[in-house]
């Protein structure tokens, strides 16, 4: 265990200098292409929580000037919502869909480390309740908007580099997105995550105040992590579907395919990204896959927690 430990951080370390700082994004963005993201959405509408600041403040401005966004839980919100509260959730959804929209972007983006354990309310440990069960009842009550934009909708889970090395709350949430991804893969409604990367906000100097003074200066701006959000949002799903990326022994990117044979991709089947291209979940021998194998059983957990009966039928009246 020690050892296994050691490795993972050791790993996370060099792969997290090299590839989630602003030289990275840097590097990466050499591969992007600028036509990605003039892309036009005018008409549709997308959900971004926790856009008060940071990460989720960067993604509402980008996507505010293709889409109509609704930011819950920030400055001038379209309806406020306390996130680590399941009823409060419940309640946004239902106001929400009493309105009969289509939805074609869900991004949950809210997410918090909080080291000291903390109890909510409801009974439920303070990052869960943020991190794993409000993104859970808000997808599953969005779930019946979302189909009436399909076939182009999706869902877009914001987890962290962290999931590499310390899983626990944010590798639930990548789980939970292949999971969503095989259950509803007849609906029309396309499901990712991704990772912004290291990036100077609030947040990570609030909770990683020692790190946050260390990479002074090497963290990437909240625009720059919050740019494949912004993609993800934007690309035609088939793109998304056929693409394919192969990775080295050190994570890194070694190529970019297109599958036109079997036109088959983890794109649909709940894919990670980080800098627009797809991401492994896992690092080599770092015991981090716990949650994957084990999500039939967390899911279970969840309908009983959050009080919602079938993964296949939330329906919000």
């Not at 951080?9 to 989630?20: E, I």
């Not at 401005?61 to 819950?72: K, M, W």
Request: proline residues 3%.
């Amino acid at each position: 265990m020690f050892l296994q430990q050691a490795w993972r951080s050791l790993v996370f370390g060099v792969y997290g200098f090299t590839q989630f700082t602003k030289a990275g994004f840097r590097e990466h963005s050499k591969k992007f292409q600028t036509e990605d993201m003039r892309i036009g959405m005018e008409g549709k509408n997308c959900v971004v929580t926790g856009a008060n600041s940071g990460i989720g403040f960067a993604a509402a401005e980008g996507l505010a000037s293709r889409f109509h966004v609704y930011i819950v839980r920030g400055a001038n919100v379209y309806m406020i919502c306390d996130l680590s509260s399941i009823s409060e959730v419940k309640s946004f959804a239902s106001r929400f869909c009493s309105e009969k929209k289509q939805l074609h972007v869900l991004v949950n983006n809210a997410g918090l480390l909080e080291h000291n354990r903390t109890t909510t309310p409801e009974g439920l440990e303070l990052n869960f309740a943020v991190n794993v069960a409000a993104t859970y009842v808000m997808t599953e009550l969005m779930l019946p908007l979302l189909e009436k934009a399909a076939p182009d909708s999706r869902v877009i889970t914001v987890s962290s580099g962290g999931m590499y090395t310390v899983p626990l709350t944010r590798d639930l949430q990548v789980a939970l997105t292949e999971k969503w991804a095989q259950i509803y893969h007849d609906k029309g409604v396309g499901f990712y995550s991704m990772h912004p990367g290291w990036a100077e906000t609030p947040g990570v100097a609030k909770s990683l105040p020692s790190f946050h003074e260390k990479f002074s200066g090497k963290l990437r701006s909240s625009e720059e992590g919050a740019d494949t959000i912004v993609w993800l949002a934007l690309q035609p799903k088939e793109k998304l579907i056929l693409m394919e990326i192969r990775f080295d022994s050190n994570l890194t990117r070694v190529s970019q395919r297109v599958n036109k044979s079997t036109r088959q991709s983890t794109g649909q089947m709940g894919a990670f990204y980080f800098d627009r291209f797809e991401a492994p979940k896992h690092l080599a021998f770092a015991g981090t896959a716990g949650s994957h194998s084990a999500i039939d059983a967390i899911l279970d957990d969840l309908k009983s927690i959050c009080g919602i009966p079938s993964a296949s039928s939330a329906v919000v009246s």
